[in-house]
Each structure stands twice: as C-alpha cells, then as structure tokens.
C-alpha cells in the first residue's frame, strides 16, 4: 500500500505538546501516522497513544507498520465522538491531543475520491466510504439552487456562488454531474468572460465547499473542541493544525474563550460572573510552516497550529 503523507509542522507540534516518558496521548486525525509515529517514540515504553481515523485506507497503512509496537491503540471513528473512543478502549486521562485536519497526499492524489479538480475522477468526496452517506455527486444532483449557494457561500467563500449554483441546475436537468471533469466544466462556464482564465481559483473553492459538506466537517470541529478539551488532565495540551480560514476561526474562537476569565460588561463595578480562565494559550498567533518546509513540502503553506494548556 502507497499511502503517502508528509506530516506538516511535525517538529512545532511535538515541541507545543512536549511529550514525555510514560505520557499517554491522543492523535485524532492518524491520516499518514507521522505524528503518531513521533509522539510514540517520546513516551515508550510505558506511555500510551490512542490514534482515530475515519479513513479505513489509512488504518489499514498504519496496522501493517505497527504490528510489534506496544501500547499504540488504532481505532477506526470520527474525531468527533473521541470522548467515546477513549471511554471504550479504557484509555487512560490524555495529557496531550493533537488533531490535522488537513488532508493526506493519498486522499488528494490516489483515493479516487474526486476530491481535487485536477484528474478526472468519480465526485465522491467521502472520508469513510463504509459509511452510506450523502456524496457529492448526490449534493451536486439533488439539492436545490439555494442550498448549493449556501454551500459554495459559507463553505467556500466563493465570490459566484449564485451563478455557478444556476450553472449545476442548468446542467443537471440534461445530464447528470458525475465527474469532477463535468464540475469544473460547470465552474468555468459559470465565471464572467473575463474570469474564465480563473476558473482553477473558484474550482479549488467550490471542491472544497462540496468536500465540508459531504464530511460534515466544520460541525465535527465544533463537536471535537469542547470534547477533546474536556477530556485533558490538569496541564494537558490540545493542538490542533487546520487549513483555511473557517477552520482556523473555529479553532480561535474557542481557544480564546477558554482563556478568557471574567466576562461581565466593563461597566460592571465588581465580577458578578465568577468566571476564570480554563486554558492558557500557548501561542498567540498561529504557527506557520517555515519558507523551508513550504519549500519541501508546498502543501504545508495554509497550515495553522494554535494550542491551549489546560488549567
């Protein structure tokens, strides 16, 4: 099996979670296992690691390199449910989560999941394909014109929305949209005349749109934080590194207002709240790739790391 992935900021990552001998730690998003592999190394031989993925390609990978390492727990799931996943295989209080949520090279470029615009492939999009779910050929055929806007809007922040949702009805009315060759068909012709030549902007938008609606993805961000937090011993850490702007929001948002102490209006003469601070951040501004790693591996640009210690 040729699952390839370059985990991105490894070395920042194990530095913000600072993983220790005899530790026991979650990696949410196994993907490629490169934070796995690494945190595993820092905390044998008597810590402990919990890896999830919904990927069942990426479990498969990971199995078959793990046969004779201790103490390493593979469970197949959401991010989202970890709290289940850690009560059911009785895994023992976190000191450190981690969480990517980006994509693996081998969903982008060898899945044939129609995730990137970039061959043609079955628009499929699905994380877990054991799973019968609504794929984005059945979103693309399907939904009505308001719904595709709404998606294409607040998922992609794409500029056309409207134009490129009245393109997919009129197109599917005569045949049905199946590929990513017809999407990005649909796409082009949708843009401006003069706009055409950027069809690739708009496309790498509306297939990310399509690809969080599919997997549910922001809603299982806003499920996973709270949880994830919720589960961290005094002094633990939640890491977590995402991928375009929404992500990123989602994740500062909540780190934010865990840090936070008292709320009460400003012109409140004394607390009336009693609220105090659940985290502490461990960065205030996100940490990027550097011009090194983006040189290596150009796919670590957009990423994003902000993490928390729990109070």
């Not at 449910?81 to 009785?90: G, L, N, Q």
């Not at 982008?108 to 999941?113: A, I, M, T």
């Not at 054991?130 to 998922?155: H, P, T």
Request: hydrophobic residues 40%; positive net charge.
């Amino acid at each position: 099996m040729d699952y390839k992935h370059i985990p991105v900021l490894l070395k920042e990552v194990l530095e913000i979670l600072n993983p220790q001998a005899g530790q026991n730690f979650v990696d949410a998003t196994l993907g490629g296992g490169g934070y796995s592999k690494a945190i595993i190394e820092k905390v044998k031989p008597n810590g402990k690691l919990l890896s999830i993925d919904l990927d069942l390609v990426a479990l498969e990978n990971i199995k078959f390199q793990i046969s004779n390492i201790k103490n390493w727990q593979i469970v197949h799931g959401n991010f989202r449910d970890i709290d289940k996943a850690v009560v059911r295989h009785k895994f023992p209080v976190p000191n450190g989560i981690v969480a990517d949520l980006g994509l693996s090279s081998y969903q982008l470029d060898q899945s044939e999941r129609g995730i990137s615009f970039q061959k043609k492939e079955l628009l499929d999009m699905r994380f877990d394909q054991s799973q019968e779910q609504e794929d984005a050929k059945f979103i693309l055929n399907n939904y009505s014109i308001d719904q595709l806007i709404k998606i294409f809007k607040e998922y992609g922040e794409e500029k056309f929305a409207a134009q490129i949702a009245r393109k997919v009805q009129e197109t599917r009315t005569k045949n049905q949209i199946k590929f990513t060759s017809d999407l990005y068909q649909v796409i082009k012709d949708a843009l401006p005349k003069p706009l055409k030549h950027r069809a690739d902007d708009s496309a790498r938008r509306v297939f990310q749109a399509l690809r969080i609606a599919v997997n549910h993805e922001l809603e299982n961000l806003q499920e996973f934080l709270p949880k994830a937090f919720g589960l961290l011993a005094p002094g633990g850490r939640l890491a977590v590194v995402s991928f375009h702007s929404l992500e990123d929001r989602l994740v500062k948002k909540y780190f934010t207002g865990l840090s936070k102490g008292c709320v009460c209006p400003p012109d409140f003469p004394i607390c009336r709240c009693g609220r105090n601070p659940q985290a502490r951040l461990l960065n205030k501004k996100p940490i990027t790739a550097s011009p090194e790693e983006i040189k290596n591996n150009p796919r670590s640009k957009p990423a994003k790391l902000r993490a928390v210690e729990k109070l």
